[in-house]
Structures are given as C-alpha cells and as structure tokens.
C-alpha cells in the first residue's frame, strides 16, 4: 500500500530532484564538476573582499587561486582567516553577541555552478561558512539555522567552543547598562566579510559570513546568510556581495539585484550604483550603511556604499589593495 509517509517521501524526493539544477542539491564531488558555462578566455584572476580585513581574507584566498585551485575553495579559505580573528568584532570568533550574551553566527556560499549552502543563528562553530560549505556539499538542502545547524556541524566533526571573547562580553556588559540600540555606521554596521574569486579557469565563486548586528535580538538573522542577498553569483556574469544593515539588503534583495543589473549590460559599479539607490529611494538610510561590491567575468570590479567610510580589497595582477569605496553621501 502506498502510505502517507511513501507519500511524503516521494515528493520530498521530487521536491529535491526539480531543484537539482539550481541552489543546491546533493552533488558530491562538486570541486570535479564539469558544470561550468561558457568558457571564459578573457579573464583576469581576481579576489575582491569586503572592508580592511579583507587584505588579510585576500592573501589566503590568492593561496589557492594561485596555484591552480578553484573559486570555491579560495573564497573558504579566505573567510576563514576572518572569522578566526578575536579582534574582529563582527565575525565568527570574538564576534559581538546577541542582546542575551549568546554569538550567533550566520553565512553561505556559493559556487560557479549555483550551487550553494547557508547557516544561520549557528551557535558554538568558530567557522561556520565551512558548514555552510558542508551544507552545500553534504546534504540536499540549502539553509540549516539554528540547533540543526550546530548539530549538522557536531556531526560533521566540528568543534563546540566558547566564542564570546572577553573583549566582545565586556562590550556587551556595557552595552547592557542602557540597552540603547543605536548601532553606529561603519562601526556596528561594520559587520560582514564578502569575498568573491575567480580562479584560473575563469570560475567564479563567492562567501559570506558574520556575527550580524551587534546585540541584536535574539534569532535575529541577517542578509549574509541568504543567498540573492548577502551573496550571490552567477557564472555567466559575475558575482556580488552586501555588507552594512542587513535588514536594507534583505528587502531588496540586493546582491541578486546588482548580478541581474550586470546581466541587462551595466557595469559593476553602474549596478552597484544602482542598488544602492534602490534603498537610497525607499528607506530612511540616513542611520544606516550599506556596501556593495560586485566583480563580472572579466575581473572589472565596482563597488558603492550609502555613507563614506566602506573600503575593499582587491587582489589583481599580483598586487593586494585597499580601496576606498565611492559613496551616496559625501562627506
Ligand atoms: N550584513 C550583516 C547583517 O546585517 O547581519
């Protein structure tokens, strides 16, 4: 007799099987993939980050560009480095805490064959844009969010630690004192690291990953760990990343905006432009920063923010620059 729970699992396999063309399925060995589109022949090798740490991102990325390594394992291994970083107040370990003590941890990433994978509200996992890289992997789904997460990663081998850092609980105790929820621009706002490569073969792949707002709600997510927002690539085009209020990008969903503007013939500063001007029409931006940065197939980059004070690294011709990002309100 065919059953209720055949039924189900049928269709939850029929829901996986139409979804196996996009974001993500159960595709091992991806990094042997042969799913690339048009080869790109004229390209220039390129990592690209959000803000100053990204010079640090930069270099652990070109590791793995440089020798002949794929996209998607460069832009892991550059956020790494970020995340395991104490001093780094809004990423991974040393993070900011939730306005209850506790560090939640949101990222994803995604590679030149659309596929991808996220976690958010993840609790104890000093990396967790390697869970998203195993959510990706190792499980037909996209997004695993909070206890799910942390147990996809405790079975995926990944340690439980402590990430509140007695700088980050120090903040937080004063913070306490007033409880007064004003982040500041580029500072609190400061938030996200968003990396994209293009690797030899001229692939590109892109990561995302924070510890969110600064005493925030508790299971408050942002925009880095949904793909179209905090990310987003697309190997005909090119990819893009957000960084600053995650609640602006969200609603405009913005890194998909900036890769489908550069799909309709705009360059990658014209759409970064763009979408910033999307949130700049529509929202009270006056208390907020928001940073995007965009790369297309042949390495030329963009990048606009609302407020002066975002900055990037590129990594290019074998030179690791920082660079101040244009912005909508001079100052
Ligand atoms: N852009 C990161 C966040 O809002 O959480």
């Not at 992997?137 to 990430?163: M, W």
């Amino acid at each position: 007799m065919f059953s209720r729970r055949n039924f189900l699992f049928q269709s939850i396999l029929g829901t996986f099987g139409l979804s196996f063309n996009s974001c993500n399925a159960k595709t091992p060995n991806k990094s042997t993939s042969k799913m690339t589109t048009k080869p790109n022949s004229n390209f220039k090798p390129t990592v690209i980050s959000t803000w100053n740490n990204g010079l640090s991102a930069n270099e652990a990325a070109w590791k793995v560009i440089e020798v002949g390594g794929k996209a998607i394992d460069a832009v892991e291994a550059g956020v790494r480095v970020v995340e395991a970083d104490p001093k780094t107040t809004s990423v991974g370990y040393g993070g900011f805490p939730d306005r209850d003590g506790n560090v939640t941890l949101d990222a994803c990433i995604m590679d030149e064959t659309g596929n991808c994978g996220s976690v958010c509200f993840l609790k104890h996992i000093k990396h967790p844009i390697s869970v998203a890289r195993k959510v990706m992997d190792n499980t037909p789904h996209v997004i695993l969010a909070g206890q799910g997460a942390l147990q996809f990663a405790l079975e995926q081998g990944f340690e439980k630690e402590n990430l509140l850092t007695p700088k980050a609980k120090a903040a937080w105790e004063k913070w306490k004192k007033e409880s007064n929820y004003h982040p500041i621009i580029n500072i609190e706002n400061h938030d996200t690291i968003g990396l994209l490569a293009i690797d030899q073969n001229g692939d590109i792949s892109g990561a995302c990953t924070t510890s969110g707002l600064a005493f925030k709600m508790q299971g408050r997510v942002g925009d880095s760990p949904i793909i179209g927002a905090g990310l987003f690539v697309d190997n005909e085009v090119g990819g893009a990343t957000a960084t600053g209020m995650g609640e602006a990008v969200l609603k405009t969903l913005g890194s998909f905006l900036v890769v489908e503007l550069m799909r309709q013939g705009k360059t990658p500063q014209e759409a970064c432009e763009e979408a910033v001007m999307r949130i700049v029409k529509n929202q009270n931006y006056k208390d907020f920063q928001i940073g995007y940065l965009a790369i297309d197939k042949q390495g030329n980059y963009g990048a606009y923010c609302i407020h002066s004070g975002f900055d990037f690294a590129v990594y290019q011709g074998g030179k690791n620059q920082l660079i101040d990002s244009p912005s909508y309100v001079k100052s």
